[in-house]
């Protein structure tokens, strides 16, 4: 995806890295209509989910899909999260997270996205974002329709 921001940035981006719990799933479980937009994705970008996994789900909610599971440890998740989205790099990755330890990958990535769901958001993760969405909807409705993102983001 290319896009250019007016005096905000150039974007061209094929990765995006995603968080699990809290962005893509609550209590960990997804719903069927992120999987199919996620494997959609899957055929422009390179997808994946990071994730401690911490209801022991992710696995099998995206088993039939083309995205690329990564379990993390959960000590050290803001590090990791950080350190894999700059060697995908970090300019050609969009970001999105909800929480503490997605603050680092946000601010790394050529556009961080924070998507404020059911468990809501962290200030951390709010303030390292370039763009706050409602819903991972409302995100995912993003890719479909791009020039969004220049009518939030430009200056």
């Not at 022991?56 to 350190?83: L, N």
Request: proline residues 1%; contains cysteine.
């Amino acid at each position: 995806m290319k896009l250019s921001i007016p005096a905000y940035k150039e974007l061209e981006v094929n990765k995006l890295v995603f968080d699990y719990n809290g962005t893509l799933a609550c209590d960990g479980q997804s719903n069927k209509k992120i999987k199919e937009s996620l494997n959609e994705l899957a055929m422009d970008f390179e997808v994946y989910i990071l994730t401690a996994d911490t209801f022991g789900t992710v696995k099998e909610e995206f088993d039939d899909t083309e995205i690329e599971i990564v379990i993390i440890d959960s000590e050290a998740g803001a590090s990791f999260k950080k350190k894999f989205v700059k060697q995908l790099e970090a300019s050609e990755v969009i970001a999105i997270g909800n929480g503490n330890n997605d603050a680092l990958m946000l601010k790394e990535a050529a556009l961080g996205i924070l998507v404020l769901g059911a468990e809501g958001a962290a200030s951390k993760a709010l303030l390292n974002s370039d763009l706050v969405v409602r819903s991972i909807e409302n995100c995912l409705e993003i890719f479909q329709h791009p020039k969004r993102l220049i009518a939030s983001l430009r200056c």
